[in-house]
């Protein structure tokens, strides 16, 4: 895929390639209580955090060292570049993020009453 390359290095570790892995779907942004144990109803207040499984997944591979990208649609508005950046501050390839002005990034409420 053209730009993976100068985006995720040069591809090269310790004389042999290294893997890409690009992570497809859907990415947005989770709104939880700041402790566990609140139903949603019962939640004083909400954090916002990057969501989506892909995400997740290209996440756990990047912060490691390992090299990932996201591939994925997201609105263009302010929570669709706040996880553009994300990505960046992970050191994950977002080159392949499509801005849809006709869309808005999705928002999720998450609880876990654990």
Do not use: H, W
């Amino acid at each position: 895929m053209p730009g993976f390359e100068s985006s995720c290095g040069n591809g090269v570790s310790g004389g042999k390639a290294a893997a890409l892995v690009v992570c497809f779907g859907e990415m947005l942004i989770d709104f939880m209580p700041p402790k566990s144990g609140y139903s949603l109803a019962q939640a004083p207040s909400f954090e916002k955090a990057a969501g989506g499984a892909p995400e997740n997944v290209a996440v756990g591979i990047s912060r490691p060292g390992g090299s990932s990208a996201f591939i994925g649609k997201v609105g263009a508005d302010e929570f669709g570049y706040m996880l553009a950046d994300i990505l960046m501050e992970n050191k994950e390839n977002n080159s392949g993020m499509r801005f849809d002005e006709n869309a808005r990034t999705a928002l999720a409420f998450v609880t876990n009453k654990g």
